[in-house]
């Protein structure tokens, strides 16, 4: 059973800061790059980070750049994203993704709302 399950969500004011981690089960994690999406409502699912299954690269996109950080833990099976700096239109369901072409996996989504 392929497992993703994310923690860490929940309410922050502006400026404020988060980590989110999720942890994987049921496949060789190692294997995988590891990707955060996220979606607001109304909107489409964009990608907002991703890491190299060994941890040698990272992309981000350009809405987070210098202020997420995704790190992996293979010891641990984990991959995080620290989010600082948060703003109102960070506000989105944060969805953990593995990919290793052709497999694809996705957690259930954890709720990160900005708000003052």
């Known amino acids: 059973q392929v497992q993703l399950v994310e923690s860490g969500g929940g309410l922050v004011q502006p400026g404020g800061s988060l980590r989110l981690s999720c942890a994987a089960s049921?496949?060789?994690?190692?294997?995988?790059?590891m990707r955060w999406y996220r979606q607001a409502p109304g909107k489409e699912r964009e990608l907002v980070a991703h890491?190299?299954?060994?941890?040698?690269?990272?992309n981000y996109a350009d809405f987070v750049k210098g202020r997420f950080t995704i790190t992996r833990d293979n010891a641990k099976n984990t991959v995080y994203l620290q989010m600082n700096s948060l703003k109102l239109e960070d506000t989105a369901v944060y969805y953990c993704n593995a990919r290793w072409v052709p497999r694809e996996y996705w957690g259930q989504g954890i709720q990160v709302t900005v708000s003052s």
């Open positions: 049921g496949f060789t994690f190692s294997s995988y790059a």
């Open positions: 890491i190299t299954s060994a941890g040698g690269r990272t």
